[in-house]
Each structure stands twice: as structure tokens, then as C-alpha cells.
């Protein structure tokens, strides 16, 4: 009998320990020509490491694997704009996804996307990111509020955003990266995946 309940109550260690350390996955997937997208990556990144009990993993579109997809609680998918559409290269790792058995359903999604000018297709290549994520039977989510509803956008190439040095993108372009990845975070903490 004693046995039985050392055994009962390592059971439940188990499990116990594994719901108290399990942490949420978020995968920050990105395509960037020019480095515009990997920085507005990085901001989103900060955003989810910002919350507690969150483990993210970034990494350019073409060092993904299928595996890390399917041990992603989260993904959020960054594009350039290619003439009001994603970039080939996000084209075509959207269509690679795994879809017999629905393995990416349910899973929390969301986009950003970088432009060179003002409405050159930002929101609708946002849209477009989701609408797959949708298609998959993800759960898709957008920014903390009205001003970025479809998730985070940056102008890189038209005034008055285009004065900034080659290398850096505006910071209100940058928070906004960064408050889409904290709030894809703690909508993620939230649900219960495991």
C-alpha cells in the first residue's frame, strides 16, 4: 500500500511539476530583404519575452522546420509587402504548412508586415497572413487596439519615416511590433494548450 501511494504521489509530481514549468511557445517567423522585417521581428520578440512564463523562438522563414510549427503554441508570421502582397518566400512557407489531421488548429496566430510607403498595402497583406492562419483553423489576433487591429505595420521608405538611417526603422513603428508580441504573449499564457 505504501508503495501504491509513493507511486501515486509521483504521478502527481509529475504532472504537477509539468503544468508548473511548462511554458507557452510563441515562433516568430520573418522573411526580410533589406533587414526592415528582421527589426520589427526583433521588437515583436521583445514583446513576448516581456511576459512571464513565455518561450520564444525567432527565426527567418527558411530555417523553419514543420516541427516547430506543431510545438507552437503561438506563430506569428512577419512580411515584407511585395506589391500588396506577401512576400514569395511567405508564399510559399504558408503553403508548406502541414494541414491533414489539422495539426496548427487552434494554435494563437497573428502578422506584421513592413512597406516601403504609406498605404501600400500593409493592412491587406496583414489581412492576407491572417485569412491563411484562419484557413488552418488558427485563432488569429491583432493588436491591443484600434490603431493596430490587424496586427503591426512599419513604414520604412516615404516621408517622413524614410529620414531615418538605413538601419533603423521609427520607434512608434517599433512599439507597435513590440506590443502585438506581449499581447499575443499573454493571450497565449491564457489558454491552456497543454
Not at 500593409?122 to 483553423?137: A, C, D, H, R
Amino acid at each position: 500500500m505504501k508503495q501504491m501511494i509513493k507511486y501515486i504521489l509521483l504521478l502527481f509530481f509529475l504532472f504537477w511539476s509539468h503544468q508548473v514549468f511548462a511554458q507557452a511557445q510563441v515562433l516568430v517567423v520573418y522573411h526580410s530583404e533589406t533587414g526592415n522585417t528582421q527589426r520589427m521581428a526583433q521588437s515583436v520578440e521583445k514583446g513576448v519575452l516581456a511576459v512571464e512564463g513565455v518561450h520564444v523562438m525567432m527565426k527567418p522563414v527558411e530555417d523553419v522546420l514543420e516541427e516547430d510549427l506543431i510545438q507552437a503554441d503561438a506563430i506569428i508570421v512577419g512580411s515584407p509587402v511585395y506589391n500588396a502582397n506577401v512576400s514569395p518566400k511567405i508564399s510559399a512557407f504558408i503553403a508548406s504548412w502541414p494541414f491533414e489531421g489539422q495539426p496548427l488548429k487552434d494554435k494563437i496566430g497573428a502578422a506584421f508586415v513592413t512597406a516601403g510607403g504609406i498605404s501600400a498595402g500593409e493592412e491587406i497583406v496583414q489581412m492576407n497572413i491572417l485569412q491563411s492562419m484562419l484557413v488552418f483553423g488558427m485563432i488569429v489576433v491583432g493588436g491591443p487596439d484600434w490603431t493596430q487591429p490587424f496586427g503591426a505595420s512599419a513604414v520604412t521608405g516615404e516621408p517622413p519615416f524614410d529620414v531615418i538611417s538605413p538601419d533603423e526603422i521609427s520607434d512608434q513603428f517599433l512599439e507597435k511590433g513590440y506590443q502585438l508580441g506581449k499581447r499575443v504573449a499573454e493571450i497565449t499564457t491564457k489558454v491552456s494548450f497543454k
